[in-house]
């Protein structure tokens, strides 16, 4: 990892999954991302997990933003940690948000459903307000680095 | 039979010319073959098929007979992924919610040619009893399946599907008896696909609208929906109208007559209603008189807003009600309807068939009120509009030697026809607007849109109003709380 | 003690001129007398609690507040028989529906003086936990649980009772802490009473006027909601306005100054827009101008549709969304809201807290959009109604030699002020209106009703245009017609 | 019963019971009531249960056309059949309608309740086509009288 990336609040790769093209919320994230010291890469719609993983080595990514709106989510996440894992970027950050189902099951649900068992960090539902996973991000990314600072002097 | 083929032919230069019929066999040879219920597609066939069934399940037929009678058509959005539960979703839309045309969504697997993987999520959901894709995956159903479909109810069927590759989709669809597609390749360029360059895909949907050409040849009339273009955001509906007139204009080269334009809520009730009255006004005059297609039979279509909805099925009556007003006092003479669960997911039948309910109400309760609108501020919104729609329709087709095809593509390529918050790499995006202090929507920056300046110089100053009362300048800020204002409970959230 | 006393001073001449105190408070003993609650009624100690709470938890003030700020008030119906069910349900529309003005309206056993039977509901319906009356019996909870209900919401409460017999039921809720109650006299003979006379009811509610007068002395402003007369079936607003500035003067005679009128959807929208605005013209005319009032703070509510409900709540969205769009075109002050259960029966809380939301969502994205319906349709439908208006105050303020109360006594007794339908024996029954073509109002005999010569002709011809249209007559079958067509999902059905 | 009445096809007492001044419905229904050649005594709103009896009793009415709509229909329906029998006119036809309950229970258990506990002939609910309720009345009538005439002649 660059001195140079370090001085950013970290790097986001960003972008809709699979056959969604429902890019708005995520051109929004992107901006406030940006606004606040995040350097961010991305791929718009109809992106595909190997698009994310190329990009995210490419650029040292600290996390991958990963959109989905079209209720397709449980057709296009599965996989993805294990693809990271094979890239060799196993532990990035994933985040996701949009509308992860069709329809509304109960929260809790969906959170296991793509948190507990396929392996992203957090996920989001539809109206969260940007601040809140850039908040998480900031101390994921903390206390990641301060772990990974920790190791590197030890 | 691999998925990701994307047919192409050896595409000749872009233009709106009908295509000669061999390079049409020939495309359409390579499109039947791309999925194996291609080959149950037979024209002749298909068109004794339609020809068997009442006048009135045909779109076309249909949107002709409410012109002509005064009746105002409601339709719903719906597409589930099993043919079950499909038909349920018609049959109850047509029965309880007294729809009048009845939609079949495609999923987004089939739009993106994904076949292979839509006849898995289709055999999942069959096996499960559930629905797990976003719509309905025709090829995979085929024209067998679709014709069961469509004899289910006694209104006719308009395929909705927004995608860059209709090809097969369509072929099976109208094989199967739909009758009407939403279209086309402006509107599906910008926001439904991000790589796919806009010569590629007026060149899809010019099969499309040759497709429709030979069935009105053999005595079948084919609708079409067209979209224009949009975004989903506040957006003018002078872009959209322009870019319905070209749509309309490539499509009518190919043989098709039956248009239905869509002019979408923004939520000023003044320029809304002037939208429906200038877009009706402008495509007439450049379709119809113009470029002389005197028999193309074109009616509006009032969308519904179609950017961020509440969860709060309340709120969203609110929002659905006020649009029927507006279709009404615009003399709309079709309702496109996001349910009352649009904020939440696909919606339930039920709440198709309420949301129906509620429009009908509205609509039966201002039948024949047009009259209180004639007011000087819309007179005014219409003037303006068409002045813009006519700048911009003149500069493309200038650009493109009067090839309505060509005209469009270099509009994009130059600028001059663009939207804010593409999903499209072929959109210049330097376009960007707000809403002025009564919620109508302005251009904030008009990028190389040839906006006549009477016109630029009303909208700055409908925006420094709203600049000034609000002591604040327009900024990003604001632009993303127009987008989130209606979903919100209001229009201006100063 | 018994229930049936009806009580009534040695009964002056009527006249609009300000009770003496020693009239006011040898009735006030008699009234406080007639059931065990009004004991607890103390005039100063009731002051005092109003004094003690905030500024906006008072009607009066609420009003003042929203018309000064420009906001747009909610509020629905709702009562229910128990403490605890009322408190729960003003509650859920407070917070749930944000409503800015609760409602408790009282049962017909209490507004009949049937106190006897109205404690046997009550008491069985706490046995039972169910609500059996129509309405919350405030005699019978007294001060103290009116005072606990009207706590257990931080906005005003405003207390709704059609009845002839005001006089107790509002003592108790005034010094329970409601700030308001819906009056008054013309109406409440009308409809909601058979025998009792225009002289018996005006003094009844020159009571309650009075009343009001006291507490302003006390430094308490209390609101009134003015009905004037009305229907349930389609009906003139201006008929409802001429009484509505009657009802308003009786009023601000004794004292009272917050006053807010209804203008009444009938459907038309050009005439429900104008209804509104010439409400409130002349209303502010006659009241502070021509008799004076200066400090009266008049505003304008908007009252939903008042006859029939369709029973399918989706479709009575419709009905109510549109409701609030007729009411923002014509800068209403407020809604008063039926539910999307009103065509069911007495709603659950969760219906109208929905409907509020509706409604909010419609004020929101219509908030300072008036300016779109500055049509000329509306503009000449305002100038004939305040035409008709003036006619009407004053043939009958002639006729009352000035004096408003003798007015309204002698306009119905002579038939200048009539209704169809009416309830009551003192009503001649005379006048008969029908919908024109476009759904609007119009008199098909205006009875004895000073309508000028004018208005009469553009009615008439207004209704000739109906029936050329529809090669019919207009007969007692069309009256019927009109009076179904809303609950049946249009305006006009021909 | 006088041959007069005989000639009309009967007489209804029609009226808003107990507290209830929604007079609208009943006065269509005796729009419907005479355009089919009943004669109709009107009580209108606020009418007793003693005012129908005795308008019955003086015109001789073959049937009582009860309305009730503010939802009141329990406190004030309840012991009609009864006082009708002990003012001598125990098989007055009666029939109910508007709105009779408080929200809307099943139809069956408001039949239930009116007809078969309070001894009402038929209630109607509140969407009823004036012709329904007016065809019935013809058929029990004429029931009525074809039975009380076999009885005079037998
Ligand atoms: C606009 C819209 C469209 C536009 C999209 C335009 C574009 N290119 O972006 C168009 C018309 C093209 C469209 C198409 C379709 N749509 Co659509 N669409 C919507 C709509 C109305 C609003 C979406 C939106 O823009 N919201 C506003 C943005 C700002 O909010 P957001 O995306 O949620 O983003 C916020 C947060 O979620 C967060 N966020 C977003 N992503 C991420 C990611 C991370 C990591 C984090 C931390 C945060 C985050 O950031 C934003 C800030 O607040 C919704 C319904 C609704 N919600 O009201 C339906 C909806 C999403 N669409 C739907 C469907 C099914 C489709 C279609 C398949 C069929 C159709 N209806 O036509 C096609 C699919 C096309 C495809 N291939 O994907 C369904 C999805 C069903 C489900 N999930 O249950 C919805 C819910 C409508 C419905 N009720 O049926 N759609
Ligand atoms: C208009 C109206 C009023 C008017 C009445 C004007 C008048 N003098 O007639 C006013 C504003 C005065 C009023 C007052 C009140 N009302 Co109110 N009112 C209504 C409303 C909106 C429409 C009623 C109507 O006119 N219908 C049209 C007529 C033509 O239909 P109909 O009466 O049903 O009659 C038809 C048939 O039923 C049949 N029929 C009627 N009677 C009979 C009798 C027989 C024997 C037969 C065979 C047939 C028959 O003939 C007609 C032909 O089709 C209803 C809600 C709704 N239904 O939409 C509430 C409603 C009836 N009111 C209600 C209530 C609670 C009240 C009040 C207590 C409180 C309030 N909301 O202000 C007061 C009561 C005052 C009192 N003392 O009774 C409730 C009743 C609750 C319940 N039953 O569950 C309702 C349902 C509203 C609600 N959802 O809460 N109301």
């Avoid at chain 1, 406030?32 to 961010?40: P, S, Y």
């Avoid at chain 2, 595409?11 to 359409?28: I, K, N, V």
């Avoid at chain 2, 390579?30 to 006048?55: M, P, Q």
């Avoid at chain 2, 067209?226 to 499509?251: D, K, Y």
Wanted: contains cysteine; aromatic residues 6%.
């Amino acid at each position: 990892m660059s001195s140079d990336q370090r001085s950013t609040k970290g790097t986001i790769v960003t972008g809709v999954i699979g056959d969604d093209v429902h890019v708005i919320g995520i051109r929004l994230m992107e901006y406030a991302l940006k606004q606040n010291g995040f350097a961010v890469v991305s791929l718009g719609p109809l992106a595909q997990q190997k698009e994310f993983i190329d990009a995210a080595i490419e650029s040292a990514a600290d996390a991958l933003f990963v959109s989905s709106l079209n209720g397709h989510a449980e057709l296009h996440i599965p996989g993805l940690r294990d693809a990271c894992v094979e890239a060799g970027i196993g532990d990035i950050l994933i985040y996701a948000g949009g509308q992860l189902t069709i329809r509304r099951p109960d929260w809790e649900q969906v959170r296991k459903r793509f948190v507990d068992e396929l392996g992203l960090d957090r996920i989001y539902p539809p109206d969260v307000n940007p601040d809140t996973p850039i908040h998480d991000l900031e101390s994921d990314i903390g206390a990641r680095r301060a772990g990974k600072s920790r190791k590197e002097t030890a | 039979m691999n998925e990701i083929i994307r047919p192409r032919g050896a595409t000749p230069p872009l233009s709106a010319q009908r295509w000669d019929d061999s390079r049409f066999d020939e495309e359409r040879a390579k499109i039947l073959a791309t999925w194996k219920t291609g080959a149950d597609v037979d024209l002749n066939d298909a068109a004794a098929f339609h020809r068997s069934r009442a006048a009135l399940t045909n779109v076309a037929r249909k949107r002709g007979w409410a012109k002509q009678t005064g009746n105002v058509l409601l339709q719903p959005y719906g597409g589930v992924t099993t043919l079950a539960g499909q038909t349920e979703l018609i049959r109850h839309v047509a029965t309880e919610g007294g729809a009048d045309i009845v939609p079949t969504t495609i999923d987004s697997q089939t739009r993106n040619l994904k076949y292979a993987a839509a006849e898995e999520a289709l055999r999942a959901s069959e096996r499960q009893g559930a629905e797990l894709l976003n719509g309905f995956p025709i090829v995979n159903h085929g024209v067998a399946s679709t014709r069961q479909l469509v004899q289910a109810v006694d209104v006719p069927v308009e395929m909705r599907i927004g995608t860059v590759f209709p090809q097969l989709a369509v072929e099976v669809g109208f094989a199967g008896g739909m009758s009407s597609v939403t279209a086309g390749p402006i509107y599906y360029t910008a926001h439904y696909s991000r790589d796919t360059s806009l010569p590629e895909t007026i060149a899809n949907w010019q099969y499309v609208f040759r497709l429709i050409g030979r069935y009105a040849e053999l005595g079948v009339p084919i609708g079409l929906q067209i979209h224009g273009i949009g975004t989903s955001t506040p957006f003018p509906n002078t872009l959209l109208g322009a870019c319905c007139v070209l749509e309309t204009l490539i499509a009518a080269a190919q043989g098709a007559r039956s248009f239905s334009l869509d002019a979408r809520l923004m939520g000023n009730m003044v320029q809304d209603v002037a939208g429906v009255r200038a877009i009706r006004e402008v495509a007439e005059d450049y379709v119809c008189g113009r470029f002389g297609y005197r028999d193309a039979v074109i009616t509006i279509d009032r969308k519904s807003w179609s950017g961020r909805y509440p969860e709060d099925m309340a709120r969203a009556y609110g929002i659905v009600c006020y649009n029927a007003m507006s279709g009404m006092l615009a003399g709309a003479n079709e309702f496109i309807a996001n349910s009352v669960q649009e904020g939440v997911g696909i919606p339930l039948k039920e709440s198709n068939a309420d949301t129906l309910k509620a429009i009908r109400q509205v609509v039966g309760m201002m039948k024949g009120q047009r009259a209180g609108l004639q007011a000087e501020p819309v007179e005014n919104e219409i003037r303006l509009m068409k002045l813009e729609m006519n700048a911009i329709l003149d500069a493309v087709l200038e650009l493109g030697e009067g090839d309505p095809a060509r005209a469009t593509e270099l509009g994009f390529r130059h600028g001059l026809i663009d939207i804010p918050f593409a999903a499209s790499r072929h959109c210049k995006n330097e376009v960007m607007v707000a809403r002025d202090a009564e919620g109508a929507v302005r251009y904030l920056d008009a990028g190389r849109i040839p906006v006549p300046p009477e016109v630029l110089k009303y909208h700055r100053a409908c925006l420094e109003r709203r600049e000034t009362g609000r002591r604040r300048k327009i900024d990003y800020q604001t632009i993303v709380d127009d987008i989130f204002s209606i979903s919100r409970g209001c229009l201006v959230n100063d």
